[in-house]
């Protein structure tokens, strides 16, 4: 079956891309994360995570907990850009 399984929504990334980047030497999310952008979407990574970390575990051939996540960087989850200026005087 040829259906294009798409991991990360945010990102239109597919697992034929995310098993391509770990046959081209990706080792870790972090490499993933940088090459295909997977979890720099809208949700930060919180629906792809773990299927992408099951796929580097699986291509790898390693128990998934010794796959290190990814670092999250803030904002965690979107924030209104009014919470920015809330308070302020034009």
């Known amino acids: 079956m040829?259906?294009?399984v798409v991991i990360c929504r945010c990102e239109d990334i597919t697992e034929e891309e995310v098993l391509d980047a770990i046959r081209d030497g990706a080792i870790?999310?972090?490499?993933?994360k940088r090459?295909?952008?997977v979890g720099m979407g809208p949700c930060q990574g919180?629906?792809?995570g773990?299927?992408?970390?099951a796929?580097?575990?699986?291509?790898?051939g390693v128990p998934v907990?010794?796959?290190?996540?990814?670092?999250?960087?803030p904002p965690l989850k979107p924030v209104p850009a009014g919470a920015f200026f809330q308070g302020e005087e034009s």
Not at 28 to 32: G, I, Q, R, V
């Open 65 to 73: 907990h010794s796959i290190k996540e990814w670092s999250r960087r």
């Open 28 to 32: 870790s999310m972090e490499e993933l």
């Open 35 to 37: 090459v295909l952008r």
């Open 50 to 53: 773990s299927l992408i970390r």
């Open 55 to 60: 796929l580097l575990a699986r291509e790898l």
């Open 2 to 4: 040829n259906e294009r």
């Open 46 to 48: 919180r629906t792809c």
